[in-house]
């Protein structure tokens, strides 16, 4: 089992749509969450960290539930400019000894006209 | 902007060659990786550093190897590169061991060996 999945998609939707990602992590361990973007041939980039109460930035808001071990991402009134890869990072504990930030597959957006 | 950069920014090379793909921060970072990536697909670790004189192997095998001389650099090697080894290759880098430390990417390298 990986340690952070992903649903790969594709989702497409139309402008102007609410759409919201959702990752899984298996190590209850965990330390700190993230959502990153990354554009085709591009670096990723960091979209937003993750807190424990939830947290919003404009049209996008990200949740942890630590006792279910998900993360998700909304995004509200998708822009065509929102089409992207979106990764979902986790940053393991120090006690796992594996102390690499973990990538999710990503999932793909694409925004319709 | 970050300040993590990565050279060449692309490469074509002949098979049996060896690559130096320079990776370089200025932000004082503990931790640096290095990450590969096919086109459209998902990022594979394949070395890290925790710090100065410490490397290790991610998850993906690689026959590239690493060095952490200085902070500030992470050079990835390929002694004899092949056809099979043609990807992006990502470096980042991030603070230690602070929690919710973001990593800051590069531009990646492109290496085309043919």
């Known amino acids: 089992r990986k340690e952070v999945e992903q649903d790969p998609g594709p989702f497409n939707v139309p402008e102007g749509a609410t759409v919201a990602f959702n990752c899984t992590y298996s190590?209850?361990?965990?330390?700190?969450f993230f959502w990153y973007r990354q554009d085709c041939r591009k670096e990723p980039k960091l979209l937003m960290s993750?807190?424990?109460s939830g947290n919003e930035d404009g049209r996008f808001t990200a949740q942890l539930n630590r006792a279910s071990q998900y993360i998700s991402l909304l995004i509200r009134d998708s822009k065509l400019s929102d089409s992207a890869t979106y990764l979902c990072?986790?940053?393991?504990?120090?006690?796992?000894?594996?102390?690499?930030?973990?990538f999710g597959s990503g999932t793909r957006l694409q925004v319709q006209p | 902007e970050a300040d993590i950069y990565q050279t060449p920014r692309y490469l074509v090379i002949g098979t049996g060659k060896k690559i130096t793909l320079e990776c370089s921060q200025t932000?004082?970072?503990?931790?640096m990786y290095w990450y590969q990536q096919d086109p459209g697909m998902e990022l594979h670790l394949i070395h890290y550093?925790?710090?100065?004189?410490?490397?290790e192997k991610g998850d993906l095998s690689s026959e590239s190897t690493v060095s952490r001389i200085r902070t500030e650099h992470f050079p990835l090697t390929l002694e004899s590169a092949r056809p099979s080894h043609t990807s992006q290759y990502l470096c980042?880098?991030?603070?230690?061991?602070?929690?919710?430390?973001?990593?800051?990417f590069g531009q990646g390298t492109r290496l085309t060996v043919v």
């Open positions: 980042a880098s991030s603070e230690s061991p602070a929690l919710n430390t973001e990593a800051f």
């Open positions: 190590n209850s361990a965990s330390q700190s």
């Open positions: 993750v807190y424990s």
């Open positions: 990072v986790v940053n393991p504990s120090m006690d796992t000894g594996r102390r690499a930030l973990t």
């Open positions: 932000m004082g970072h503990d931790k």
């Open positions: 550093s925790y710090g100065v004189n410490s490397t």
